[in-house]
DNA sequence: GCAGTTTATAGATAGACGTCTATAAAGAAG
DNA sequence: CTTCTTTATAGACGTCTATCTATAAACTGC
């Protein structure tokens, strides 16, 4: 029985009932899904304790524990979302943290 | 080739570069991956849009277009890492946000 | 061009997850 | 106690995803 159609019940939902829309739901659930991984928090934190602020793929494989296609494909993930920064030099590319992107998840959440 | 091995390579980690324990990552993506959906952002909006800041499954079923086994099991994620408090009245289960909690998750990126 | 580095991509595989149907559990009301 | 409601659980199924190995791409330096 919905709630509509309930003469006596006490199910009462507030007028203002209004869902989020779904594809502004599934564009915040895409940026959360990318941050909502222990190995991409430990990415994350390891750049933001890194003294320029940057690493490079190279330099987060061992203390990982991964391979180095496993690691570029979650700084992949990171990337896509917006929330690092890729920057080649030479050999290297070094990657930081966008903390524009950063600062916008926490505004979800306050 | 890694960082330590080099010896004229740029590719120079910081000292400090210490990657967030493991066991806390997990911690904190399970938090994560609990609101990382499309569907249960929709049903936190959901629950803070109405009046008395709290809902029962049944008047989420019809608005999120999903059954109601769909809506407990999500609610169940929710509530499995203290988002939402449950409250039995008589029939009906409310469902009301833990605030305290959701602003453990903004100060996770401030 | 060739050799040696770092990073990215492709393909495969195992496990996690969102959804459904079917059914049980819990409470209200006659 | 039986019936009707709401909510929870169990099981199944398809999709997504984290990881690996193998290989390509990009750059440096000889």
């Known amino acids: 029985m919905t709630n509509q159609a309930m003469a ?3 199910c009462a939902p507030a007028p203002g009932t209004e869902p989020l829309a779904r594809s502004k739901a599934s564009e915040i659930s895409g940026l959360l899904k990318a941050v909502a991984d222990p190995t991409r ?3 994350l934190a390891m750049i933001a ?3 320029g602020q940057e690493a490079c793929v190279c330099d987060l494989t061992e203390p990982l524990g991964l391979t180095q296609p496993t690691v570029s494909h979650h700084i992949k993930k990171l990337s896509e979302v917006g929330l690092v920064n890729r920057e080649r030099r030479g ?3 070094w990657y930081s943290l966008n903390r524009e992107r950063w ?3 926490a505004e979800l959440f306050t």
């Open 8 to 10: 006596l019940g006490q």
């Open 41 to 43: 928090l430990q990415i």
């Open 49 to 51: 304790a890194t003294e």
């Open 103 to 105: 600062g916008q998840i």
């Open 91 to 93: 050999t290297w590319v």
